[in-house]
């Protein structure tokens, strides 16, 4: 603890000061996400994909949601999927399969039923909801399904149909954080259109349909290039 900040405090100078920080800023840190545009995907019983940005996505839909870095100086932008691996570990115990592994040979025992259109499409659906939802639907009552169901479905069909589910949820993750790099790149383009001729000293710019969420971020990269 320095002089200045035990004056303020009232406590003693020279105490250790031990700085930490949430799980999930932590797991970034351990993941590798060090610098602006760095990505993470991390699975465990649940998901999340994650990507550091200068400035928060404030996405009017709620689908992914913004943690400060470490260092205060950063974001990571993240949308979690409740239900990735335990997905995979609850089919495991209801269908008593034993190893993941036999999940790996359920492709070429569907390719007869899905020439037919007899696939088990319910979880590939976006549906994995064993835990309610986070991303790209917050919603703590979501519960998942299997439809499309015949008497042609056998226990391979359900098992490929989790995976599909899983897969199709981070998908839908990476969409968001896709469109908000696609909005990015629009907006500053025509900032930077706009920029090209202007007379010095102090610019605003503004877009009469510029994404509220992203102009932060746009903002962010015209101070680095133009300041």
């Known amino acids: 603890l320095t002089e200045e900040a035990a004056g303020h405090l009232g406590l003693r100078a020279g105490i250790p000061v031990s ?43 709620h689908r992914v949601f913004n943690i400060c870095t470490m260092d205060g100086q950063a974001y990571y932008v993240s949308g979690k999927a409740m239900s990735a691996c335990r997905s995979v570990s609850w089919a495991q115990q209801i269908f008593e399969v034993v190893t993941p592994r036999a999940f790996d040979g359920t492709q070429s025992r569907n390719e007869g039923l899905r020439d037919e259109g007899w696939m088990v499409r319910s979880v590939t659906a976006g549906l994995p909801y064993l835990y309610g939802e986070r991303s790209p639907v917050m919603d703590e009552q979501a519960q998942g399904v299997f439809f499309g169901m015949t008497t042609m479905h056998k226990r391979e069909h359900f098992l490929r149909a ?4 899983v897969a ?38 503004a877009g009469e349909h510029w994404h509220q969420g992203v102009v932060g971020i746009v903002a962010s990269r015209l101070s680095e290039e133009f300041c």
């Open 19 to 61: 700085v930490g920080g949430g799980t999930s800023a932590c797991a970034n840190v351990g993941g590798g996400t060090a610098k602006n545009g760095d990505v993470l995907m991390e699975l465990e019983s649940r998901a999340w994909i994650s990507t550091q940005l200068a400035k928060p996505f404030l996405d009017p839909d």
């Open 168 to 205: 199709f949820s981070l998908s839908q993750i990476t969409g968001v954080l896709r469109e908000r790099q696609t909005i990015e790149s629009e907006i500053y383009s025509e900032a930077v259109s706009r920029l090209h001729g202007a007379p010095d000293g102090a610019i605003v710019l």
């Open 162 to 165: 989790v995976l599909e589910g």
